[in-house]
């Protein structure tokens, strides 16, 4: 039984997940959202939204704008942009 209560308890967390992460995009919009995961921690923030995907979340629109910021500017490869840039002194993507 504690099995069955895991499972709850981890599909229940990842649906409250999946609506913290929708409501603070929808709130800040998509620069607040990703400046917010900076300040946050993109590796947690990233990992977060694995979990929300995984949910059971009704909106799929929502988790895919999520997913696509998990790709897009919260992605390895931007942070790695980013450093670059700022060792440089130049824009991300100049």
């Known amino acids: 039984m504690g099995d069955l209560r895991g499972r709850h308890s981890r599909h229940g967390h990842g649906l409250l997940l999946a609506d ?11 620069e607040g959202f990703v400046e ?34 998990a790709n897009g500017p919260l992605s390895r490869g931007a942070a790695a942009r980013r450093a670059r840039a700022k060792r440089t002194g130049r824009r991300p993507g100049r």
């Open 20 to 30: 913290g992460l929708l409501l603070l995009l929808d709130a800040s919009g998509r």
């Open 36 to 69: 917010t995961a900076r300040a946050q921690g993109v590796a947690e923030v990233r990992e977060a939204i694995a979990l929300a995907q995984a949910s059971a979340h009704p909106d799929r629109e929502g988790l895919a704008r999520l997913q696509a910021l």
